[in-house]
């Protein structure tokens, strides 16, 4: 049986959804935004948005943003969390997950050393 051929991981075979969302959160100023390729290591979603804002209102503006968005292009969120703190905002798509972080929650969590091994697009 032949063996299936992995698809590339580039910023141009990221499914749709994934690019608008990329677009919105990076217009809402969106800082170090990555993208992490998790199709291979995790059955529980295929991509990660890691990303942070400078203050709590950034962060609800970027997740706001996001959810508006994605809304119009008919994609909803399954859930939301963290909107109470802003410190760490989660917007779950089923196969992709937004994380809007604080500077600070981003370094504590560090969701890019956790899934170091995964293939990462930088923006």
């Known amino acids: 049986m032949p063996q299936e051929k992995k698809k590339s991981f580039t910023k141009r075979s990221l499914p749709p959804e994934v ?3 990329v677009q919105v959160c990076l217009a809402k100023k969106a ?3 990555c993208v992490l390729d998790l ?3 995790s059955s529980f979603t ?3 948005l890691v990303m942070h804002g400078n203050s709590s209102r950034q962060n ?3 997740a706001e943003g996001l959810e508006s968005e994605l ?3 008919g994609t909803r969120p399954l859930s939301v969390e963290g909107r109470e703190t802003e410190d760490w905002i989660l917007l779950d ?3 992709f997950v937004a994380h809007v972080f604080s500077p600070k929650a981003r370094e504590h969590y560090s969701l890019e050393k956790l899934w170091g091994d995964a293939p990462r697009l930088d923006y």
């Open 39 to 41: 199709s291979g290591l």
């Open 93 to 95: 798509y089923g196969f």
């Open 46 to 48: 295929d991509y990660f």
């Open 71 to 73: 809304k119009k292009a």
């Open 31 to 33: 800082e170090d935004l």
């Open 19 to 21: 690019k608008l969302a």
């Open 60 to 62: 609800a503006a970027v």
